[in-house]
T-cell receptor
Framework: DTAVSQTPKYLVTQMGNDKSIKCEQN?????MYWYKQDSKKFLKIMFS???????INETVPNRFSPKSPDKAHLNLHINSLELGDSAVYFC????????????FGSGTQLSVL | GDSVTQMEGPVTLSEEAFLTINCTYT??????LFWYVQYPGEGLQLLLK???ADDKGSNKGFEATYRKETTSFHLEKGSVQVSDSAVYFC??????????WGAGTKLIIKP
């Protein structure tokens, strides 16, 4: 049983397209996150939701829109993809809004051509 | 603001060598400190943590001691294995209890 699962694992697309990444956690956690990891492994938080409410919204282009239909799911939609969006995107969850102990998904490698 | 600085990688060692990955931090107050590990092709997972000064976190043969006087949380292991090859991230929890991440250190262990 995968605790935090995200799909797809790989996503290759053209510039200008719109794409979504889905994330689900079966740990019963209240808080979920999206992180972006660049090619140098630098990790940057993008968004955080606590019980379906947005609590962290870092400086991210508004082409990125998270959606949390329920507290077990947090999807990421990206409009008008650009070359610089190529990265690995990680979903994570934690039992508390404190975010101290995170459980990560295995990542979605996005390549924009 | 709060920050975490890790030694730059990659760190390349032979099997059974002693490992140290340096981590220093800047923070107001008394943050909790963490090491996460990312194995190839996987997400990060919590390796160990320490919540107050002089605490030692340990797991899987890895250790790190929370040193307030030197604002450090260096990761150590006495004898590394090829399976320890991964990227290691140091992090602290800020005053809002959100994680501030270091840049990660890639560790390569050669047989």
């Amino acid at each position: 049983d995968t605790a935090v699962s995200q799909t797809p694992k790989y996503l290759v697309t053209q510039m200008g397209n719109d794409k979504s990444i889905k994330c689900e956690q079966n740990l019963g956690h209240d808080t979920m996150y999206w992180y972006k990891q660049d090619s140098k492994k630098f990790l940057k938080i993008m968004f955080s939701y606590n019980n379906k409410e947005l609590i962290i919204n870092e400086t991210v282009p508004n082409r990125f829109s998270p959606k949390s239909p329920d507290k077990a799911h947090l999807n990421l939609h990206i409009n008008s993809l650009e070359l610089g969006d190529s990265a690995v995107y990680f979903c994570a969850s934690s039992p508390l809004a404190s975010g101290e102990k995170l459980f990560f998904g295995s990542g979605t490698q996005l390549s924009v051509l | 603001g709060d920050s975490v600085t890790q030694m730059e990688g990659p760190v390349t060692l032979s099997e059974e060598a002693f490992l140290t990955i340096n981590c220093t931090y800047t923070a107001t107050g008394y943050p909790s400190l963490f090491w996460y590990v990312q194995y190839p092709g996987e997400g990060l997972q919590l390796l160990l943590k320490a919540t107050k000064a002089d605490d030692k976190g340990s797991n899987k043969g890895f250790e790190a001691t929370y040193r307030k006087e030197t604002t450090s949380f260096h990761l150590e292991k006495g004898s590394v294995q090829v399976s320890d090859s991964a990227v290691y991230f140091c992090a602290l929890s800020d005053s809002n209890y959100q994680l501030i991440w270091g840049a990660g250190t890639k560790l390569i262990i050669k047989p």
